[in-house]
T-cell receptor
Framework: QQQVKQSPQSLIVQKGGISIINCAYENTAFDYFPWYQQFPGKGPALLIAIRPDVSEKKEGRFTISFNKSAKQFSLHIMDSQPGDSATYFCAASMTGNQFYFGTGTSLTVIP | ETGVTQTPRHLVMGMTNKKSLKCEQHLGHNAMYWYKQSAKKPLELMFVYNFKEQTENNSVPSRFSPECPNSSHLFLHLHTLQPEDSALYLC????????????FGDGTRLSIL
């Protein structure tokens, strides 16, 4: 059973637009939600992370929105750039124990 | 060096060969992981080592054999692999029991002939 469900599978956005990737989870024991960015030929790299005691976290053009009651969280990329073209993974864990990953979203930003 | 280093970056082997993948982390973490990443599939957790002890083995075939001699080094020994084992193998490390992310290496691209 997929512990973390991610959508969409792929996303095409115009340069300057907003990219939105959504994730949902079932296990209410999860208490740490990171997002990873992966470029071809590289391993996933931490982009931004949130804990369930806050509803939003922003770092530059990247924002995580967290809805605890709906058990959903999303990544928003503002002013998307061609250099943001990559695969994005959401994840969830319980106090640093085993991490559960979404299936990934391939983002393409068109110049 | 910093972070998580994996060697080799690319490996081509026949189905009867024996080879090993190596991972080294310089982050002082106490847990290390092996993942398999195949195209259009989610990351598959293979093995977890916590303080050098294997704590997870997600029904991985015995042709994959992990070894963790200390908290900084992790190996994946390969023998008699199948074509469907061709994938990107990622190593990661983290500090268990703390709300901190996993850190990944850049992986070994494995091709089975």
């Amino acid at each position: 059973q997929q512990q973390v469900k991610q959508s969409p599978q792929s996303l095409i956005v115009q340069k300057g637009g907003i990219s939105i990737i959504n994730c949902a989870y079932e296990n209410t024991a999860f208490d740490y939600f990171p997002w990873y960015q992966q470029f071809p030929g590289k391993g996933p790299a931490l982009l931004i992370a949130i804990r369930p005691d806050v509803s939003e976290k922003k770092e530059g053009r990247f924002t995580i929105s967290f809805n605890k009651s709906a058990k959903q969280f999303s990544l928003h990329i503002m002013d998307s750039q061609p250099g943001d073209s990559a695969t994005y993974f959401c994840a969830a864990s319980m106090t640093g124990n085993q991490f559960y990953f979404g299936t990934g979203t391939s983002l393409t930003v068109i110049p | 060096e910093t972070g998580v280093t994996q060697t080799p970056r690319h490996l081509v082997m026949g189905m009867t060969n024996k080879k090993s993948l190596k991972c080294e982390q310089h982050l002082g973490h106490n847990a290390m992981y092996w993942y398999k990443q195949s195209a259009k599939k989610p990351l598959e957790l293979m093995f977890v080592y916590n303080f050098k002890e294997q704590t997870e083995n997600n029904s991985v075939p015995s042709r994959f054999s992990p070894e963790c001699p200390n908290s900084s080094h992790l190996f994946l020994h390969l023998h008699t692999l199948q074509p469907e084992d061709s994938a990107l193998y990622l190593c990661a490390s983290s500090q268990m029991y703390v709300d901190q992310p996993q850190h990944f290496g850049d992986g070994t691209r494995l091709s089975i002939l």
